[in-house]
């Protein structure tokens, strides 16, 4: 009984909860990315989520009004980066750039406005923040990502947007409508994502504190083959890494210094580059992942 | 020059006048929008342009600033646009630039009595040699096991910058303070600063960086290097089929492109701090993908885009100053919506035809009445 | 018009009256009147580019005539998307299958108009059974709906595409270009469902330019050229030679390409020879292929697509770049270049038109000049040490423009501003910059008009006059009869027939081409 106890207590609800924000954002750019429209921006998505819901939680002292603002956030980012793309045709990757360099501004001059400080926004106090909540909305995203994914026709048409737009457009389905859902859906979970960082795993905003999360959810996308399941078990893989990283501080593995932290830094890194090295190498992304619409 | 040879031309010059005009459209449209974001704030957009144009060119101290932040600006820019040139997305040049700090620190250190003629340029040698291997690291891994360049770039930025610290801190580490610094570089390492521009940081190696832009951009355009650069950025099967190795224009074009950054160090090390520490980057590296994106991949462009964001880099510093509700941050968002007014081609596109119409349709009317 | 309103037959199925489009200053369709008959198979003919694609668009409803009429059963049609279209019993294959390769069948062809509580569960049971009984009713003979699309023929495709429209119960059924990569037996099985559809009163509209199955299939045929419609009569009252007059304004012809020069030597050495050779690893499959071309000779190389001839032109023309295993030898002149990179092929003297023009043979983004670079990169006329010289580039290019009538005549303008015809004149004029003694082609006028193609072929005829050993990879069957010395029909990675020129026979050859025995 006490192994089964230490293992759900010391691995398997820490994994989970550092997993959550990954499998948000991942699960938010697998839509994107099956719609057809490239999807680098989740890193910046996620930030200014995470500043928005600190903000709208601290002033309102309500986690879910903080969720929503993050989420919202979200949205209106991913508004910008939708009509770069589809609108104005520009190319996916460079915009995506764009973006998160934006983000990076977005919340530092907010933070002035707002408390007068460029780094991290005041402690949130503990009734705005969430103990297990979000963890029982992923489980409602991943359940409808997944089947949605195989069974409604929202899916299959979401599938063909991305693989044959043209054939979707012949069908009479917009692949523009289809393409802004995508984007949406990506700023909306990334916003969760963002929202997750700050008042369900920390409670409070710190600059950058998504960390390259955003690249990460999109190696996992990738190792994940761009289906849900697969993705969500990637993302608790780099879940795990980062645990490890946690675990493995001050401890000595070999001589009488501990391991450096830089080294234990570098971890959850270097690991996704191994990961993404040594599996995929050539997936098969949507086929027509980065073009232009039909029309 | 027969007729046909003069229409050639003729397209040709339009093509490059549009490309122009798109990118200053784009650039203004950016410029324009991060102003309408200050003055959301509460200030008045011409009290920033103001501001910011003071800033980096209103003296000559100013001006020999914003050239010390362009100089780094072109380095990184130079090392996103080779790579963009072969249709891949070099967003390591933070990496590049900090191991080729590093590399070049650990020269100096381990030869603290070189010579002086020759200290300097094997220095800089170091350091290109530690940005190529970081660089050239991204490419093998696409060539090889076709890892996407975006994830694997980012993730050995992350990777570079725990790399310099630990060596720093644990190889050549400065024990006087407990900051991650390392130790001081000997005097023949320095780089002298010019004396006519009061006072800024900046000697040859602004020269040097103008020259490599130059020269690089020469070789690429008429270099066969340069022809098998844009052939594979333009359609990998076709240059492949025409004996156009493309793994091997992956991995020189990153090489190449991360050794430019690493040469940053000459500036930010040998130039300034002399000796390495955290922050001695400012974000030069993210900063190139925006000057690279602006001069449209082409290098010859880096050089005055360079110019452009150091000016605005300067400006941004002082923006914060002088202002109650401005900070330096502002400079990202006017980054991120210029490179997404320069990206909006279609949007440009439409313009440009819609004025071509405009000017038919005037055109057809006179012809008629 | 007939007098009696009340009498459904009389009434056209589909009328068109005095539509016209323009594009600009491009006139696209003008003034374009005639009727389509319901339960009958019209064919519409014309070159690329006449406007046969524009004015079907319009009747689909995805663009909208400036000015005219189209009626559609009597009544005038305001279609303001192919949905429309589709509700009112229309429907349209277009030439390049709007497939998801990796998507099965079954959701291919429901997209868009799937069964059941739709937003939370597909009834693809439901979808099953009645496509089964859409599939048997009309004699097509498939049962694979759960195959991925990729796993099927492409006459097993082109008939999803056609369930896709009976699906959605369209009376009348446009079909463009619909034989263009079918072998001869699937055309044959293609024109019997056909036949089937029409004995179900559907109407059929075939877009086509091959003029022998036109007039063997069609009840009426309306020719347009440039815009115009030039003709439009009868099948029995017209003929081939005639069709093919009234479509490009003057005789052609594409079964005399002129002189066949005859060589005196007829034991020449070969300039290319291929023994044993097996590619494994790559795409298609290739095994144990053996042949020669000798200088003044055409070798066509049929076979339906994805049996290895692909595979094989691609290896032959960049033997370093072929990733698998090979086994075997490939000679050019006598000297082995089994595993040579293309530089090397290019400098004994071959040139190379590829397959898929668009994404093998050229830079679209790029100036004609730059594509003429590509591929002779090592070519000392342009390269001086490591500097290109463009302008030899440029000025080789502007003359070789005026030469093939290459438009427009500019070295500066973009290959994406070319049409097909011209993109195909550009690769084949690259290939001869050289003056190669060797030539190595394939698909040479895929997508191209008929103006053109007569234009490229008569090219190719005479290189092979001038002594050039030609290899030519062809779908068309009348490219590679009209052209060849030789045939050779590649089906499962082998050679399974050869067929000299006296014994060509189309059917014996799509026999072997699906791999049955003479």
């Not at chain 3, 091959?210 to 003709?231: N, P, S, Y």
């Not at chain 3, 001086?384 to 070789?400: E, I, N, P, W, Y």
Request: charged share 20%.
């Amino acid at each position: 009984m006490q192994i089964i106890d230490y293992i759900f207590s010391a691995w398997f609800f820490p994994v989970l909860r550092v997993s959550a924000p990954l499998m948000f954002a991942a699960l938010g750019g697998l839509w994107c990315e099956r719609s057809g429209v490239i999807q680098i921006g989740l890193e910046g998505f996620m930030n200014v989520g995470a500043f928005a819901a600190a903000c709208v939680a601290l002033s309102t002292h309500n986690p879910w009004l903080g969720w929503l603002a993050g989420m919202a956030a979200g949205l209106v980012l991913a508004s910008i980066y939708g009509v770069s793309v589809i609108r104005f045709k520009s190319n996916q990757i460079v915009a995506g750039m764009a973006i998160n360099i934006l983000a990076i501004g977005i919340p530092p001059s907010f933070s002035v406005w707002l408390f007068e400080s460029t780094s991290s926004t005041p402690q949130l106090p503990v009734e705005a923040t969430f103990s297990v909540a979000p963890l029982w909305i992923l489980l409602v995203v991943v359940v409808l990502s997944a089947w949605f994914f195989s069974n409604g026709a929202w899916g299959l048409r979401m599938i063909f947007a991305g693989e044959h737009p043209e054939a979707l457009e012949s069908s009479g389905v917009s692949v523009t409508w289809k393409r802004w859902q995508g984007v949406w859906i990506a700023g909306i979970l990334a916003g969760c994502a963002g929202a997750t960082l700050s008042l369900y795993l920390s409670s409070s905003y710190s600059r950058s504190m998504s960390a390259g999360r955003g690249f990460i959810a999109l190696a996992a996308l990738i190792l994940g083959r761009w289906r849900p399941i697969p993705t969500v078990f990637a993302c608790l893989l780099f879940g795990v890494t980062e645990i490890l990283q946690t675990r493995l501080q001050g401890v000595v593995i070999w001589g009488t210094e501990p391991v450096p932290v830089q080294w234990i830094q570098m971890l959850p890194y270097a690991i996704t580059i191994f990961v993404l090295a040594g599996f995929v190498g050539r997936a098969k992304a949507p086929k027509a992942l980065g073009t232009s619409s039909a029309n | 020059m027969t007729n046909g040879f003069r229409s050639s031309m003729l397209i040709s010059l339009r093509m490059s006048l549009r490309n122009i005009a798109k990118t200053f459209l784009g650039i203004g449209t950016g410029l324009a929008l991060g102003l309408l974001v200050a003055w959301f704030a509460g200030e008045s957009p011409f009290h920033v342009l103001k501001i910011l144009l003071t800033s980096a060119f209103g003296s000559s101290y100013s001006f020999g600033m914003t050239l010390f932040y362009a100089v780094p600006l072109i380095f990184t820019g130079i090392a996103v646009a080779i790579p963009y040139r072969a249709g891949l997305f070099n967003i390591g040049a933070e990496g590049q630039l900090t191991i080729g700090s590093i590399c070049s620190v650990l020269f100096c250190v381990a030869f603290p009595d070189l010579g002086t003629p020759w200290a300097i340029p094997l220095a800089a040698i170091a350091a290109f040699a530690g940005g190529a291997l970081w660089g050239g690291l991204v490419g093998w891994l696409k060539a090889r096991r076709g890892s996407h360049e975006v994830i694997t770039t980012i993730m050995l930025n992350f990777i570079g910058a725990a790399l310099a610290s630990y060596i720093a801190l644990y190889w050549i580490k400065d024990p006087m303070t407990q900051d991650v610094e390392s130790i001081r570089i000997a005097p023949q390492y320095f780089l002298k600063a010019w004396n006519f521009l009061e006072g800024a940081p900046i000697g040859w190696v602004v020269a040097f960086a103008v020259l490599a832009c130059l020269v690089l951009d020469w070789v690429l355009h008429f270099g066969s290097f340069g022809y098998s650069l844009k052939a594979v950025g333009s359609n990998e099967r076709a240059s492949e089929l025409a004996g156009i190795r493309k793994e091997k224009i992956w991995i020189q074009s990153m090489a190449l492109g991360g050794g430019f950054a690493g040469l940053v160090g000459l500036v930010t090390v040998l130039g300034h701090a002399h000796r390495y520490k955290i922050g001695l980057s400012a974000d030069f590296g993210f900063m190139g993908i925006a000057v690279a994106l602006v001069a449209r991949g082409r290098i010859l462009n880096v050089l005055w885009s360079a110019l452009l964001f150091a000016a605005l880099q300067k400006g941004a510093g002082d923006l914060e100053i002088e202002t109650d509700t401005l900070t330096r941050d502002l400079v990202y968002w006017i980054q991120g919506l210029i490179i997404l007014g320069v990206a909006a081609e279609s949007m440009w596109d439409g313009l440009f035809h819609f004025i071509r119409k405009v000017i038919h349709q005037i055109r057809r009317g006179r012809a008629t009445s | 018009m007939s007098k009696n309103k009340t009498d459904p037959q009389s009434i056209p199925e589909i009328e068109f009256q005095k539509v016209s489009k323009r594009y600009g200053d491009c006139i696209s369709n003008q003034d374009i009147s005639f009727s389509v008959k319901r339960g009958s198979i019209h064919a519409l003919v014309g070159e690329n580019g006449a406007g046969k694609s524009t004015l079907m668009k319009s009747l689909f409803g995805l663009i909208k005539p400036d000015s005219g009429e189209i009626l559609v059963r009597g009544r005038s049609t305001r279609y303001r998307s192919s949905m429309d279209a589709m509700k009112d019993g229309i429907g349209m294959v277009h030439q390049h299958f709007m497939l998801a390769d990796a998507e099965s069948a079954l959701d291919n062809i429901i997209l868009g108009s799937e069964p059941g509580f739709r937003w939370f569960r597909i009834d693809r049971k439901l979808a099953r059974s009645r496509l089964q009984e859409l599939s048997d009713r009309n004699a097509f003979g498939f049962s694979k709906w759960d195959s991925p699309v990729r796993s099927l023929s492409v006459g097993e495709q082109q008939k999803l595409e056609i369930l896709k429209l009976l699906y959605r119960n369209s009376q009348c059924l446009i079909l463009d270009e619909p034989t263009a990569v079918l072998t001869p037996q699937e055309i044959d099985d293609f024109f019997k469902n056909l036949v089937q559809l029409k004995a179900q009163g559907k109407t059929i509209l075939l877009i086509s330019h091959k003029l022998r199955e036109v007039m063997q299939f069609a009840d009426r045929i309306t020719v347009i050229r440039r815009g115009h419609c030039i003709a439009d009569r009868e099948a029995k009252d017209t003929n081939e030679s005639e069709l093919a007059e009234l479509m490009v304004g003057r005789k052609i012809h594409l079964d005399d390409l002129g002189h066949r020069k005859v060589f005196a030597n007829a034991d020449r050495p070969a300039q290319v020879e291929v023994r044993g050779l097996t590619l494994l690893g790559g795409v298609e499959k290739v095994s144990n292929v053996s042949f020669s071309v000798a200088p003044g000779e055409i070798v066509g190389v049929a076979g339906i697509h994805g049996n290895g001839q692909s595979e094989l032109f691609r290896y032959l023309i960049a033997p370093s770049v072929f990733s698998g295993e090979v086994r075997g030898n490939y000679l050019v002149d006598k000297k082995i270049v089994t595993r040579s990179v293309p530089e090397h092929l290019h400098a004994c003297g071959i040139g190379v038109v590829q397959e898929d023009r668009q994404v093998e043979g050229l830079l679209m983004h790029e100036s004609l000049s730059e594509n003429l670079f590509l591929g002779q990169q090592k070519d000392p006329r342009y390269l001086k040490g490591f500097l290109v010289s463009r302008q030899k580039l440029a000025t080789r290019m502007d003359d070789l423009n005026k030469r093939f009538d290459i438009r427009p005549h500019s070295h500066a303008v973009w290959a994406s501003r070319l049409s097909g015809g011209n993109q195909q004149k550009l690769l084949l004029a690259r290939a001869l910059d050289h003056s190669p003694k060797i030539l190595l082609i394939a698909q040479p006028t895929r997508g191209v008009d008929i103006g053109a193609i007569e234009n490229i072929r008569k090219r190719i005829l005479e290189e092979r006059n001038n002594g050039c050993a030609i290899l030519l990879v062809s779908t068309e069957l009348d490219e590679l009869t009209s052209l060849s010395d030789r045939i050779l029909v590649f089906f499962n990675g082998e050679i399974s027939a050869t067929f000299q020129r006296k014994e060509f026979d189309e059917y014996a050859i799509g026999k072997a081409m699906g791999g049955g025995h003479a």
